[in-house]
């Protein structure tokens, strides 16, 4: 039923863009441990649609209203990278807003340090592995060699890193 009314938000959610896709896990792996889809979402990419309804706060206000009035509660991001949007929407410090924008030309690795591992979309193996090396926030790799993290977690989490921070397509 959860899979069935994210396809309806889904194709609810084409008012917006035509590049909307849903993301079952939450951005984790799905490594076998049932929960449900309570981190479940969609990804919306409104890469030159945001003009059409007022900019990108008027489509982000449009779509948590529309949410909200339905009975969901949501929380969006919205960035340059999906990995920073994702990672905002999960653990950026909403206030009253359930919306957080990080506008085009702002620092993404400055918006990003202070959120936690797990805002990298990795595994729970390597998010446990870079806490116990003391790394618990984003920011905490920026400074730390790369073949080191490399040859101990292999690519992924240098790749997911890569990737919000906008150095890497996704």
């Known amino acids: 039923q959860d899979l069935k009314a994210l396809d309806a938000l889904s194709a609810a959610c084409e008012r917006y863009t035509p590049w909307v896709a849903i993301d079952p896990f939450g951005g984790g792996l799905g490594n076998g441990v049932d929960s449900g889809l309570s981190g479940a979402g969609l990804w919306l990419d409104i890469t030159g649609c945001a003009h059409l309804f007022g900019g990108e706060e008027a489509l982000l206000d449009d779509l948590l209203h529309r949410l909200t009035k339905a009975g969901y509660h949501a929380r969006a991001g919205l960035a340059a990278t999906a990995g920073a949007a994702w990672a905002l929407a999960r653990f950026a410090a909403h206030n009253q807003n359930p919306g957080v924008i990080l506008p085009a030309g702002h620092n993404i ?49 240098l790749r997911r890193l890569d990737q919000a921070l906008g150095a890497l397509e996704e």
């Open 109 to 157: 690795t400055a918006a990003l340090a202070s959120l936690p591992m797990t805002g990298l979309r990795l595994d729970g193996d390597s998010v446990e592995g870079l806490e116990r090396m003391g790394l618990r926030k984003i920011g905490d790799l920026y400074n730390v060699p790369r073949a080191p993290l490399s040859g101990r977690f292999g690519g992924s989490v």
